[in-house]
């Protein structure tokens, strides 16, 4: 069964600090995407990787950074954490989906609640 | 630039009934689209994924069309069942050469009342 899990179900940190978002999927996919979701402005992608190493910016890549050390870990940074970060953070991934290719189902993570005081 | 609009933003159905879901965007070259679901506080699961060059997909009771032409889709779910209460989400993929670009709409919210 597909499985994809975030390291946290909520999360609450203060402003300044540097916050790590976990995210691990079984199925052997390539490509990963972190979004933010806030209501009224539905899913807005962050950033996502096509493969190891290799990483692109979505649309609000603003205060945020990503690593992709192995196929199966995706993490989300928030270098210095801000009271408009708080939002839910969705993970999600594709077996494969190049460049122009029309890829697969996505399969979404649990979520993570992220609170900045 | 691909919006993607999902009207109503939220319905509300006595339980039993047929009802359909509208998913429209407005440029029609997509690779595919999919439905989600969304319970509160939780993440999306998948629920139908339809190629471009497809017309429906079918599961269970869930049948979702897709008119590329003319920029739509729909959801139809049939029987409808208070735990069929979620909030829907629409997502097409561009087709974009050099693209991994997921384009969301903003969701239905659905309840069905017993």
């Known amino acids: 069964d597909v499985k994809v899990t975030q390291s946290s179900r909520y999360l609450v940190k203060r402003t300044g600090e540097k916050v790590f978002l976990e995210c691990v999927q079984d199925?052997?996919?390539?490509?990963m995407f972190w979004y933010r979701q806030d209501p009224g402005l539905g899913l807005r992608l962050i950033y996502f990787?096509?493969?190891?190493?290799?990483?692109e910016k979505g649309d609000i890549p603003e205060g945020y950074s990503v690593s992709r050390e192995k196929k199966e870990r995706f993490s989300l940074i928030l270098e210095s954490a801000s009271t408009n970060q708080t939002s839910m953070y969705l993970c999600?991934?594709?077996?494969?989906?190049?460049?122009?290719?029309?890829?697969?189902?996505?399969?979404f993570g649990p979520g993570t609640r992220l609170t900045v005081t | 630039k691909q919006e993607v609009t999902q009207i109503p933003a939220a319905l509300s159905v006595p339980e039993g009934e047929n009802l359909v879901l509208n998913c429209s965007f407005t440029?029609?070259?997509?690779?595919?689209l999919q439905w989600f679901r969304q319970d509160p506080g939780k993440g999306l699961t998948s629920l139908l994924l339809?190629?471009?060059?497809?017309r429906e997909q079918t599961s269970g009771r869930l049948n979702a069309s897709l008119d590329k032409s003319s920029g739509r889709s729909t959801l139809y779910i049939a029987a409808s069942q208070p735990g069929d209460s979620a909030t829907y989400l629409c997502?097409?993929?561009?087709?974009?050469?050099?693209?991994?670009?997921?384009?969301f709409g903003t969701g239905t919210r659905l309840k069905v009342l017993a």
């Open positions: 999600a991934s594709i077996p494969w989906g190049g460049a122009g290719g029309p890829g697969n189902e996505q399969y």
């Open positions: 997502a097409v993929k561009e087709a974009t050469s050099g693209t991994y670009k997921y384009i």
């Open positions: 339809i190629q471009s060059s497809q």
């Open positions: 440029d029609s070259a997509i690779y595919n």
């Open positions: 990787s096509y493969d190891v190493k290799m990483k």
């Open positions: 199925m052997d996919h390539e490509n």
